[in-house]
């Protein structure tokens, strides 16, 4: 039987959701090719592929559920990485897509849990941001030029694919 197809903003979640997945394997790479050390403390990175996998098959039962659940584990696993690369990594950047993807993925009658994910992005801001500083990986100052570069330029690719999906994903409007 043939399952009823998503609704915009969860088809756009899940598309999102491909793109985070194919990815993420790729950054240990990108700390082997471009720092040339930590290849090991960054493929822990890997470790949250799993909950992202989760998130197409959770669209499938519930919409809403997967649309909470994108920004959820981002900001998690951004936090998570953040203590592993320390603040000055740029890691915590990230939690711009996951606000974005806040701000576009809920219905309108799905506000408290917008302001509410919303809220809970900003405290785990405010905790990296005021009690990270060293890094479990100890690395050098160049390194740490090369990972903030990394990352500002991954920040920048994901919020360009949200902005271009979630194009158009309005209640009104029930095409994709």
Do not use: H
């Not at 953040?82 to 990594?89: H, N, T």
């Not at 917008?114 to 990270?132: D, E, K, S, T």
């Not at 500002?152 to 949200?162: D, E, R």
């Amino acid at each position: 039987m043939r399952q009823p197809a998503l609704d915009p903003r969860t088809g756009a979640t899940v598309s999102i959701t491909w793109v985070i997945i194919a990815n993420k394997p790729f950054y240990p790479f990108y700390v082997w090719w471009l720092v040339g050390d930590g290849v090991a403390t960054s493929a822990i990175t890997l470790a949250a592929i799993p909950l992202f996998l989760a998130i197409p098959l959770i669209a499938r039962k519930s919409s809403f559920s997967a649309r909470l659940a994108l920004p959820m584990i981002g900001t998690v696993d951004t936090v998570c990485e953040s203590i592993l690369f320390g603040r000055a990594s740029a890691t915590l950047l990230f939690l711009a897509p996951c606000m974005a993807l806040t701000l576009v993925s809920f219905q309108p009658d799905e506000k408290w849990w917008q302001r509410g994910l919303v809220c809970f992005m900003f405290v785990c801001f405010a905790i990296c941001w005021w009690r990270l500083e060293e890094p479990v990986f100890p690395w050098a100052s160049d390194q740490i030029a090369i990972l903030s570069s990394i990352n500002v330029f991954a920040v920048a690719s994901l919020m360009t694919l949200i902005g271009i999906r979630y194009a158009g994903t309005s209640p009104e409007n029930t095409s994709s």
